[in-house]
């Protein structure tokens, strides 16, 4: 057994995210010649990174606490006293992301191999969807913070490219470039952290290594770290979609529904939450930046569930569902609980990928329908997606025993213990909310009379097994896949948070009484079952309540199903100035100084070579005309000056 706290070179670290890499070469390059072998190839090469991933999960287990794979590859900048290596580390924090990334990013990759059977561009769609998951495996592989940039805007180049995948409809190419430029406004702020943490460890260390800034961390001016973490959230407000930078994420819902999955739950959106687990050690250091996490986190929470409820997209439901659930992750990051983050990171990762996969199972079936309004009834048609989908469901609502419970009910406890009474009421509020449109969204997809268009009345079917495996898959890890972390005194208690535990620290917070510690679940599934009450009389005993209720409160119903019209808002203040600004630009610089000094360059020349084009004429006689008058001119001159 290798002793605690080792650095232990592993020499097919490399091999996690070289096979996504080799899949996005092979399929883009050979493309034309593959043939129906890409639905094979595309999620094979990300079965292959996830067998990978756990033989490296393996070796870190079996190596003892505290250990840390890793393995040099090579010197990447070299300059003077700077310098950033590709190194790749593999410690419990990466080794979660890396099994979450690979595990539910290869179902969702099998998955898409029935969703876009039938698209003419799918070997185009599984090249970005493997090059998306090597960007992400960079990402939380890296080990280095310049390496993580690169990783970091390589999800966001693949979230442009997998959003506007259907580039054809304006509205796609649209959504894709908006989720680009958002995250341009926040990437912004991360890089000048990254400079900012750079600038300040002086000469003697310029190396942005996770090691190297651990060491030398505690001995920061306490003001730029909090400059510089606070610029780092700032990315991260950008990359997970919170307040004020998350209005790409719903127009995200344009790209294929697998690729919603993928975005929502493996890849793009948990970066800025892994970023700040990762960085920990820093974060801890600034006070003020963790409590701007914290409320940040806990607003956009409600303040997304609000929206949620009065949705009727099937994907805009779910993608404002993310958008709260990461509120909570940044919540419990906010308050110390690091770990907590972290562990509802990945049972949302299971009941969101089931979530969105679902949703687009039923979607499949109804022809490309996606109002819930137009549906109803299909658990009677597709009894695996509905079942599935219930499970997802019970889970994000935080129904007891469910994968959603135990990691909801943890962050909502400690922010109790840590002192933030506040954040634990807000956040108790939005559970309900979450149970009440979650549940709105079952039962009007599943239950009562289909309601669909006539058109889409003959399609309902449950999907193919290349569909419904990955379902069934998913709903098992929703279900069971919150036993890793029961509460203390329970069974195992928190085994996750134990094994994060030397990366990302223990929760500092006060403990709690037993009987604390019930009365706090037992708000929790009280709000919950609440929600599902609340919902079930609205949609199931009196269906036009919902109907009544809105035109009653008439002025709020439509500023929640206008999302606060917070896209309006930026249109008016910020991108039409800036579009009259550009304009005003345009005109003025553009065309009045840039051309203007092109043109008239090029008139000179015109006029100049005007003049000489009537001197050089090419006639003969014109020429002896010409010497003749000059011979004249000269003698005439020569006389005159004799005489003088």
């Known amino acids: 057994m290798e002793g605690d706290g080792q650095i232990i070179p592993f020499e097919l670290l490399f091999l996690i995210p070289a096979f996504p890499l080799l899949g996005f070469v092979l399929v883009l390059g050979l493309r034309e010649r593959l043939g ?29 606490p505290g250990a840390v794979l890793t393995q040099h590859l090579y010197t990447w900048i070299s ?3 700077f310098s950033a290596n590709i190194t790749l580390r593999f410690d419990p924090l990466s080794a979660v992301m890396a099994l979450v990334v690979t595990g539910v990013g290869f179902l969702i990759h099998v998955y898409s191999a029935g969703y876009m059977g039938h698209d003419e561009c799918k070997p185009r769609y599984f090249a970005y969807l493997n090059l998306f998951t090597f960007a992400m495996l960079l990402l939380v592989l890296a080990d280095d913070l310049l390496l993580l940039f690169v990783g970091w805007e390589g999800v966001g180049l693949c979230s442009y490219l997998l959003i506007g995948f259907w580039f054809e409809k304006e509205e796609n190419a649209s959504a894709g470039k908006k ?10 702020g991360f890089v000048l952290g990254l400079l900012l943490l750079l600038w300040s460890l002086g000469a003697e260390r310029m190396s942005l290594g996770v090691g190297a800034l651990k060491e030398i961390a505690p001995s920061l001016d306490a003001g730029t770290v909090t400059v510089a973490t606070l610029l780092l959230f700032i990315g991260a407000t950008g990359k997970s979609a919170q307040l004020p930078l998350y209005v790409w994420l719903p127009d995200a819902m344009a790209g294929p529904t697998p690729v919603s999955a993928l975005i929502h739950a493996a890849t793009m959106v948990t970066a800025g939450i892994y970023m700040i687990a990762r960085l920990s050690f820093l974060f801890a250091l600034a006070p003020i930046t963790l409590a701007v996490v914290a409320w940040i986190g806990i607003s956009t929470a409600l303040f997304a569930a609000t929206i949620a409820v009065a949705q009727n997209d099937i994907k805009k439901v779910l993608a404002y569902s993310t958008i709260s659930q990461l509120g909570y992750m940044f919540a419990s990051l906010g308050v110390g609980a690091f770990s907590s983050g972290i ?9 969101k990928a ?27 048609y597709m009894p695996v997606t509905f079942w599935t989908f219930l499970i997802a469901t019970l889970a994000i609502s935080g129904m007891p025993l469910l994968s959603g419970f135990f990691s909801k009910d943890q962050i909502l406890e400690r922010a109790f213990a840590s002192g933030h009474i506040g954040i634990w009421a807000v956040g108790l509020a939005a559970a309900g909310l979450t149970a009440f449109y979650m549940f709105r969204l079952l039962f009007l997809t599943f ?4 309601r669909a268009a006539e058109q889409a009345r003959h399609h309902p079917h449950e999907s193919p097994p290349v569909m419904t495996v990955p379902l069934v898959a998913l709903g098992i890890l929703a279900a069971v896949g919150g036993y890793v972390g029961l509460p203390e005194g329970v069974g195992w208690g928190d085994k996750f948070g134990e094994f994060l535990h030397g990366v990302v620290g223990s929760f500092a917070g006060h403990h709690l009484a037993a009987g604390t510690q019930i009365l706090l679940t037992g708000c929790s599934i009280g709000v919950a079952l609440l929600g599902l009450v609340v919902a079930y009389f609205c949609y199931i005993v009196q269906p036009g309540l919902p109907a009544l209720v809105a035109y009653r409160l008439s002025g709020i119903y439509k500023v929640l199903a206008g999302k606060y019209f917070v896209d309006e808002a930026y249109d008016f203040l910020i991108v039409r100035p800036y579009f009259r600004l550009a304009n005003v630009a345009w005109r003025i610089f553009d065309v009045g100084i840039v051309d203007g ?16 084009r009537r001197l050089q004429t090419g006639r003969v006689q014109s020429y002896a005309f010409s010497f003749l008058g000059g011979a004249v001119v000269l003698l005439a001159a020569l006389y005159l000056a004799g005489r003088g």
């Open 36 to 64: 129906r072998a890409v639905s094979v190839i595309a999620p094979g090469v990300v079965g292959l990174a996830f067998l990978a991933a756990a033989a490296a999960f393996y070796r870190l287990v079996s190596a003892g």
């Open 79 to 81: 300059a003077g006293d």
């Open 179 to 188: 989720a680009f430029i958002v995250n341009r406004v926040g990437d912004a």
């Open 343 to 351: 562990f509802h990171l990945m049972t949302h990762a299971f009941f």
């Open 354 to 380: 089931l979530l969105f996969l679902g949703a687009g199972s039923v979607i499949h079936a109804l022809g490309g329908e996606q109002d819930i309004r137009r549906m109803g009834g299909l658990r009677e």
């Open 447 to 450: 239950f009562g009379e289909l």
């Open 597 to 612: 000094a092109v043109n008239g360059a090029a008139t000179m020349v015109s006029v100049n070579s005007e003049l000489w």
